[in-house]
């Protein structure tokens, strides 16, 4: 089945950073648009960035703009959400998935396919 695989997660500060990664060993990322999410306890899952296929098209949530950077490298078939100036309400399960498009608007995660187990971020003093 195909599926992506996330890293990077772990306990860190507030104010610190981490950098996540998503990578595909079954398929080509490159042909997908790609979609970061997570879910804290007790709530739903919630889309936080996403990028194009070309990385031209670029769109995050509200609460993560200015903080959260989304990259890829197609070369590597990887694509990476850094997180800077991370606060407790990050803290959450951080899942990546694919889609065909990354537009302008809410990101839907009933639209994303290939979803990965999951990395947990933890933020806490």
């Known amino acids: 089945q195909l599926q992506f695989v996330e890293s990077g997660g772990g306990l860190v500060q507030p104010g610190g950073s981490l950098r996540l990664s998503c990578a595909a060993s079954?398929?080509?990322?490159?042909?997908?648009?790609i979609g970061w999410f997570r879910q804290a306890p007790g709530k739903e899952r919630e889309g936080v960035s996403c990028?194009?296929?070309?990385?031209?098209?670029?769109n995050y949530v509200d609460s993560v703009k200015g903080r959260f950077t989304i990259s890829r490298d197609n070369a590597k078939n990887t694509v990476y959400l850094q997180m800077d100036s991370l606060k407790p309400e990050d803290t959450a399960v951080y899942y990546c998935?694919?889609?065909?498009?990354?537009?302008?608007?809410?990101?839907?995660?009933?639209?994303?396919?290939?979803w990965g187990q999951g990395t947990q971020v933890t933020v806490s003093a």
């Open positions: 998935a694919a889609d065909l498009d990354c537009g302008l608007g809410p990101i839907d995660e009933n639209e994303y396919d290939y």
């Open positions: 079954e398929f080509t990322l490159s042909y997908y648009a």
């Open positions: 990028i194009s296929s070309n990385g031209g098209s670029i």
